[in-house]
């Protein structure tokens, strides 16, 4: 993963838990980089073991965790890091849902060696929409809801998230029913 990521996590620990908490989870994941640069790719596994590791330190669940910093992720990460390219997804939730692919086709442009999952959403009634995660990342349906909620809150939307299906169980995606009122 790119280190937006790993930097992205560790502005989250900062904030929610101090920099003495960031430290121990550096110690806990025996890395020795203290900053991580947005534009470097870094190992998958750096980024799942500081995950390990923040679970493990902070105490929450890995998928608590996750959640957390899905949603820290778009009200953060995101509206600083690409806070035009979200405003150009569409006016509303669904719009932007629906619009996914084309999210990722633009980040592509700035990190050209991303390997991002896929996204297929199609709408699920007249106030919700089906989304399709594929990736070739174990684990991270957590982080899904967590943006999936955290684009709720951008558009102004309370949702509600259902995953319907999982890679956990002999598919190959995880499905998720997101509703809204």
Same mark, same amino acid.
């Given at each position: 993963m790119y280190g937006i990521v790993n #930097?992205?996590?560790? /502005?989250m620990v900062c904030a929610d838990y101090g920099g003495e908490t960031w430290q121990q989870i550096l110690l806990k994941a025996d890395i020795s980089d203290e900053f991580f640069l947005s534009s470097e790719a870094y190992p998958d596994s750096t980024t799942y073991s500081l995950v390990g590791a923040a679970s493990a330190i902070t105490g929450l669940p890995a /998928?608590?965790?996750?959640?957390?910093?899905? =949603?820290?992720?778009?009200? /953060?990460?995101?509206? =600083?890091?690409?806070?035009?390219?979200? #405003?150009?997804?569409?006016?509303?939730?669904?719009?932007?849902?629906?619009?996914?692919?084309?999210?990722h086709a633009r980040i592509f442009l700035i990190y050209p060696n991303l390997q991002p999952p896929e996204f297929l959403c199609e709408p699920n009634g007249l106030q919700g929409v089906r989304l399709k995660y594929f990736s070739h990342r174990a684990g991270l349906a957590p982080f899904v809801v967590g943006l999936l909620f955290g684009l709720g809150e951008l558009f102004e939307t309370a949702v509600t998230v259902n995953q319907s299906k999982s890679r956990a169980t002999a598919?190959?995606?995880? /499905?998720?029913l997101v509703a809204w009122q």
């Amino acid at each position: 993963m790119y280190g937006i990521v790993n #930097k992205a996590l560790q /502005e989250m620990v900062c904030a929610d838990y101090g920099g003495e908490t960031w430290q121990q989870i550096l110690l806990k994941a025996d890395i020795s980089d203290e900053f991580f640069l947005s534009s470097e790719a870094y190992p998958d596994s750096t980024t799942y073991s500081l995950v390990g590791a923040a679970s493990a330190i902070t105490g929450l669940p890995a /998928e608590q965790l996750l959640q957390q910093f899905g =949603r820290y992720w778009v009200l /953060e990460t995101g509206q =600083r890091s690409y806070g035009h390219l979200l #405003k150009a997804g569409g006016e509303n939730l669904q719009d932007f849902l629906i619009n996914l692919p084309n999210f990722h086709a633009r980040i592509f442009l700035i990190y050209p060696n991303l390997q991002p999952p896929e996204f297929l959403c199609e709408p699920n009634g007249l106030q919700g929409v089906r989304l399709k995660y594929f990736s070739h990342r174990a684990g991270l349906a957590p982080f899904v809801v967590g943006l999936l909620f955290g684009l709720g809150e951008l558009f102004e939307t309370a949702v509600t998230v259902n995953q319907s299906k999982s890679r956990a169980t002999a598919n190959d995606f995880d /499905e998720f029913l997101v509703a809204w009122q």
